[in-house]
């Protein structure tokens, strides 16, 4: 898991208490090595299921909300502080979610992508391996595997640069 530059996203320490509070819901898988803050509240609307994948992190006050499908996180991503996962969103492996940061509807991150502080990636939204979406930027549509959408901007098509 990266843990340098700006905004780097550091796992909580683990606490057994935490993670029990966390994982005694009905309709929530927590893999073994899950660490999660403070104050994070995870659920599942019926109908909806929540899977969190081994070594993942959940930071102090992330919000995680399953609707209408299956919200997974993958292996060893880090979801920041006060991050937002809401709807049937998918995180794949080794993703970071920045604090603050939103992922809403059916929207996917591909293994390794980025999604930096206070980012928004709405509903159909589809990010792609390994890339790289910059802080209070909003994604609507695809961003190609390696791309990198600046800080600040909205993204509703295709783009590799």
């Given at each position: 898991m990266e843990r340098v530059?700006?905004?780097a996203v550091l796992p909580?320490?683990?606490?057994?208490?935490?993670r029990w509070r966390v994982g005694w819901r009905p309709r929530v898988?927590?893999?073994?090595?899950?660490?999660?803050?403070r104050d994070v509240?995870?659920?599942a609307a019926r109908g909806a299921r929540v899977v969190i994948g081994p070594g993942a992190a959940l930071g102090h006050g992330a919000r995680i909300e399953a609707r209408g499908?299956?919200?997974a996180v993958g292996p060893e991503a880090a979801i920041g502080d006060r991050a937002m996962l809401q709807g049937a969103v998918t995180v794949g492996r080794e993703c970071v979610v920045?604090?603050?940061?939103?992922?809403?509807?059916?929207?996917?991150?591909?293994?390794?992508?980025?999604?930096?502080a206070?980012?928004?990636?709405?509903?159909?939204?589809?990010?792609?391996?390994g890339a790289v979406v910059g802080s209070f930027a909003v994604v609507v549509g695809a961003v190609a595997a390696g791309a990198v959408v600046p800080p600040g901007?909205?993204?509703a098509a295709s783009s590799s640069s």
């Open positions: 530059g700006p905004d909580p320490r683990p606490s057994r208490l935490r898988a927590l893999a073994p090595g899950v660490r999660v803050g509240r995870v659920r499908g299956t919200l920045g604090d603050w940061a939103r992922v809403e509807g059916d929207a996917e991150l591909a293994p390794r992508a980025r999604l930096a206070h980012a928004v990636a709405a509903s159909g939204a589809r990010v792609g391996a901007q909205t993204r």
